[in-house]
Every structure is written in structure tokens, then in C-alpha cells.
């Protein structure tokens, strides 16, 4: 199934429901950073969480930050995702590992720690970007996200995230996020039916396992409210905006002195990137010349 994005609206407007299959740009984050199962898991469900708060932006430029720092192994994890289908993402330590939890799945709350924060960026492509910062709840990501959600734009929120992944790599990846609007947030019973089916919810992944696609699990939970499917279905994918242009405009940065250091002892300069693992290399020609446009633009 190709990883893509869908949106639909229930209960005559009052209900926003966004779901999302992840599993080929999460299995690509997986061998960029060769991520062990349980930092796979940890950030496949960052990145899938960070496609779908994005979706609800406006402007075609607008992107999400979503950086999880707890207390345990993984250390921090990195998600940027856009209203465009873009995402990438990384984590601090990629080859931690942890035995099963007690349910008998990937320990990802083990992982990232139960103490610690999420930040999470908002860029809606002008001005200044609006940030907020709520404690983790268990480590697990897509409780921490609702809490986010709840707390700090205080929308009655229900975020379901998954990754499975084998030892052929990641089989089935994604989410869903389910909001109840102003318009029908004092609807008490409503809430209480959603909580309800959503609770009942044994995982994400289980159900693309099954062979259901996103409609259905739409029309599973949302069916019987006056479910409307909006028509564009969204590609996703994992990409990154790094160039080796980019990387020579920052080893400029360093100036005249320190590129002509990195001539003589080592020939050149490699640099990776966080977000792909992308490595670049700059050879002894490459740093020559940006001295030499460092010295033009210091004589004019």
C-alpha cells in the first residue's frame, strides 16, 4: 500500500479525522540511520504523528518540529514534517535496543524515558513560529503527542500510532488522529462514544495488517456519525532539503583560515547530515574555492 494521507470530517463538521500509512518512508528512515527495531518503532511513530498535526496547516510552506527528549537510552528524538507530504526525522543514539515490554511489544516507552519533554515548532510560514513545551506522559509518543494536543491547544484529541517492523524490515506504519472541534465539544455523549471506540482500538498496525485500508477504519470508527471522506488522498514520503551546495555555503561560513587548516591536514571536509545521514564530501578544489570567494567578496 502506497504511504499517503487521508482527511475526512463527521458528526456535521464537528469531528476532524486524519489518517496516515507510513510504512515505506519509515522503513527508508530505518536503513538511512540503520535504526535498531525499537528506534524504528520510536521514530517512525514521531514521524507519522508529525504528518498528521502538520495537516491541519494552511499554507503550503507551513512545517511541525517534533523533538522528544526523555530520560532513557534513545536519548532525543527529531521529526519535521510538512503540509507538502515531507518528513524526516532522526534519532540521538540508533542502536538502542530493549528486550519486549510486559505486553510483549517494542519497549519504546523503556526507550525514549517517562521523565523529560516534548517541544513541538509550528511554523505556518510567516512570522515568528510558535512553540510549545508539555512533559512526557509515558514515552510511548502518541500519548505524549494527545497531551500535547489537549494541553497546549486545548482541542479534545485521540492519536493512534504504530509501527511494526521484522527482521525484513518495516511491514506496516502510520496513524490516526481524531480531534472533536469547538462546535461539538460539549457534546458529552459524543465524546464518550469516541473515547470509547477509540479504547477499543488494539493498535494501528494491526488493523493495516489485516488487510484494512483507510477508509474502512474511518468507516469503523466514524460510520454511523455522518462520516464524510474528503477526496484528495495525499502522497507522503521521506525526503530531505540538504544539497552539497548547501554544505559548501555553510563550510564558507568557517571562513578563510579554518577551510585553509582542513586543506593542509586532511584534504578536504566531509559533513553528514542529522535529519538523511546523507554524507558529502569537499575535496582540497572545492575549499580552495571558496577561499577565493571569501577573498573576491573581502576586496569589493
Not at 488494539?202 to 488493523?207: S, V
Not at 553528514?272 to 580552495?288: I, R
Amino acid at each position: 500500500m502506497v504511504d499517503q494521507l487521508i482527511r475526512a470530517t463527521a458528526a456535521e463538521g464537528g469531528i476532524r479525522a486524519v489518517g496516515v500509512i507510513t510504512t515505506r518512508l519509515t522503513d527508508e528512515a530505518r536503513q538511512r540511520h540503520k535504526l535498531s527495531y525499537v528506534s524504528t518503532a520510536a521514530l517512525g511513530r514521531t514521524m507519522a504523528a508529525g504528518l498528521l498535526i502538520a495537516s491541519s496547516m494552511k499554507r503550503a510552506e507551513s512545517r511541525v518540529n517534533i523533538r522528544i527528549r526523555g530520560d532513557g537510552p534513545l536519548g532525543g528524538i527529531m521529526a519535521d514534517a510538512g503540509t507538502d507530504g515531507t518528513v524526516r526525522g532522526y534519532v540521538d543514539n540508533p542502536d538502542v535496543e530493549l528486550p519486549p515490554n510486559s505486553k510483549g511489544k517494542l519497549d519504546v516507552g523503556g526507550a525514549v524515558g517517562q521523565e523529560g519533554y516534548v517541544y513541538v515548532v509550528r511554523d505556518v510560514g510567516y512570522g515568528y513560529p510558535y512553540s510549545s513545551t508539555v512533559e512526557l506522559v509515558s514515552g510511548e509518543i502518541g500519548d505524549d503527542l494527545t497531551n500535547y494536543l489537549v494541553t497546549s491547544e486545548q482541542t479534545p484529541s485521540a492519536l493512534v500510532l504504530g509501527v511494526f517492523v521484522d527482521v525484513k524490515g518495516v511491514q506496516a506504519a502510520g496513524g490516526v488522529l481524531v480531534q472533536i472541534l469547538p462546535k461539538a465539544a460539549t457534546d458529552e455523549a459524543l465524546v464518550t462514544l469516541l473515547e470509547s471506540r477509540i479504547a477499543k482500538l488494539q493498535g494501528f498496525t494491526p488493523l493495516l495488517q489485516a488487510g484494512k485500508t483507510l477508509p474502512v477504519i474511518f468507516e469503523e470508527l466514524l460510520g454511523d456519525l455522518g462520516l464524510e471522506i474528503l477526496p484528495e488522498t495525499q502522497i507522503v514520503r521521506f525526503h530531505c532539503g540538504c544539497s552539497f551546495d548547501r554544505v559548501l555555503g555553510a563550510l564558507k561560513l568557517l571562513g578563510t583560515e579554518e577551510l585553509q587548516d582542513m586543506i593542509e591536514k586532511d584534504d578536504g571536509a566531509e559533513a553528514t547530515c542529522h535529519f538523511c545521514n546523507e554524507v558529502y564530501k569537499a575535496d582540497s578544489k572545492h575549499l580552495a574555492g571558496l577561499i577565493d570567494e571569501l577573498q573576491v567578496e573581502a576586496r569589493s
